[in-house]
Nanobody, 115 residues
Framework: QVQLVESGGGLVQPGGSLRLSCAAS????????MAWYRQAPGKQRELVAR???????NYADSVKGRFTVSRNNAKNTVYLQMNSLKSEDTAVYYC?????????WGQGTQVTVSS
């Protein structure tokens, strides 16, 4: 079973930055496409960014140019660097495989963008 532990969330002012981390275990990480998802209050969970096992990255239109997803296969960790944060980025952020497996969802990490 894959275990995923997200960290790095917090409260930040608009225009600020945060770096999220997701440590994975129980999978052959280097062969697995990984992604970040988020769920804002009252909204459905959505895909934010994806980092494939082959090194490609994809982003939701709403975060292009502001967020960067990366991975360190030696550490079984995927990161999300978030810059120029906006209030609409406020959400619980989760990592999971891509496509996501329901059994993998963890606690997530809360990101709140507010002045």
């Amino acid at each position: 079973q894959v275990q995923l532990v997200e960290s790095g969330g917090g409260l930040v002012q608009p225009g600020g930055s945060l770096r999220l981390s997701c440590a994975a275990s129980g999978t052959i990480f280097r062969l697995t496409d990984m992604a970040w998802y988020r769920q804002a209050p009252g909204k459905q969970r959505e895909l934010v960014a994806r980092a494939t096992s082959g090194g490609s990255t994809n982003y939701a239109d709403s975060v292009k140019g502001r967020f960067t997803v990366s991975r360190n296969n030696a550490k079984n960790t995927v990161y999300l660097q978030m810059n120029s944060l906006k209030s609409e980025d406020t959400a619980v952020y989760y990592c999971n495989t891509h496509p996501p497996a329901s059994r993998n969802w963890g606690q997530g990490t809360q990101v709140t963008v507010s002045s």
